[in-house]
């Protein structure tokens, strides 16, 4: 049985340059450093940065992201901490709970204040046609 995502690895063309991204930007605690990787932490998320010649130039075309946690009174915080640094918006967010920017090779990520119960919430308010929702 699934318990949960146990790490998240992103493939990076400069490996110094994601760690700067993610420590300073995002507040990541760097916990092994290698040659071609390291593994960050922040909360509960293990996120390791892998070297890959192969990396794409550019955020992919779908909605694929990584959405991390943060607590209300942060988002603004960091949302303006990562704009101020010149970092790209990658869309527009729906609600007030996130922010949609990307990372240096094009990785579409989220800040998100909310969690699952209060978007299940949102869209229990918002009745959807053809949405079932589930609460247990």
Partial sequence: ????????????????????????LLGFAIRLRGPTSAYLEAGTLWLALV?????????????????????????????????????????????????????PDGHKLELHSGDLQSRLRDRDREKPSGVTINSQ
């Fill in 1 to 24: 049985m699934i318990t949960g995502v146990n790490h998240v690895t992103l493939s990076v063309s400069d490996v110094d340059r994601s760690i700067n991204f993610y420590m300073d």
């Fill in 51 to 103: 070297a890959d010649p192969e990396v794409r130039r550019r955020p992919l075309p779908e909605y694929t992201h990584v959405a991390f946690s943060v607590a209300p009174g942060d988002l603004q915080i960091l949302k303006d901490t990562v704009l101020r640094a010149g970092v790209a918006q990658w869309q527009e967010p729906e609600t007030p709970q996130s922010f949609y920017f990307l990372d």
